[in-house]
């Protein structure tokens, strides 16, 4: 199978790149946040790929590191993840974030992400503890509070990607504040970041 695609971008889409490999080009679905980096039409790319083939369909799945491309077949292997729910997995979570959320046993970072659900969400906690090795360290962090939650769903619905939207929370003072001003504080980091 196709294990690294290296060429010039064609074209972009939402969700793809179509690679120009020696003339013959190449869509392949990528994850958003590597899409941003992406420079543009024209430009070289090297993709770390998985070739996922199905009785009616053959797709390529694009990756910028070796680590994402783990992640989403390691995702692959969770029963009730396909390749589209396991790269908005990976297009949103790094496999930091996935480690630190398995570590708390916090299902609820996961539901955030369209089309997966509750019990795909505890599936998938259950299926990579061990895989991802997991450890404790995590565990000392506290977990998200609702008010946390409401500053993540927010900042993410502004288009902020939910690592961002953490590293924004993580700025926040320690102190007990309205929700409001922790968005105003979140949005103020960005500003000065």
């Known amino acids: 199978m196709i294990a690294t695609l290296q060429g010039r971008i064609a074209a972009k889409g939402e969700n793809y790149v179509i690679v120009d ?39 390529l ?51 955030r992400i369209p089309g997966v659900g509750k019990k795909t969400a505890e599936r998938v906690m259950m299926d990579l503890k061990d895989k991802l090795g997991v450890s404790l360290e995590f565990a000392s962090y506290p977990a998200l509070t609702h008010a946390d939650a409401e500053v993540i769903s927010a900042l993410t619905s502004l288009g902020y990607s939910i690592a961002e939207a953490q590293a924004a929370l993580r700025s926040l003072p320690q102190e007990s ?8 504080l979140a949005l103020q980091y960005f500003a000065t970041e």
Request: hydrophobic share 45%; no cysteine.
């Open 21 to 59: 490999v020696g003339g013959v080009g190449f869509k392949v679905y990528v994850p958003l946040s590597f899409q941003e980096h992406l420079g543009g039409i024209g430009q070289q790319v090297s993709l770390f790929t998985h070739t996922h083939v199905r009785e009616n369909e053959l797709a």
């Open 61 to 111: 799945y694009g990756f910028g590191t070796p680590d994402e491309l783990a992640l989403f077949e390691l995702l692959l292997g969770v029963s009730g993840i396909g390749p589209k729910v396991a790269l908005r997995i990976v297009s949103i979570m790094s496999v930091d974030t996935l480690r630190e959320a398995i570590a708390r046993g916090d299902a609820a970072m996961l539901t």
């Open 177 to 184: 504040l309205p929700l409001e001003e922790k968005i105003r």
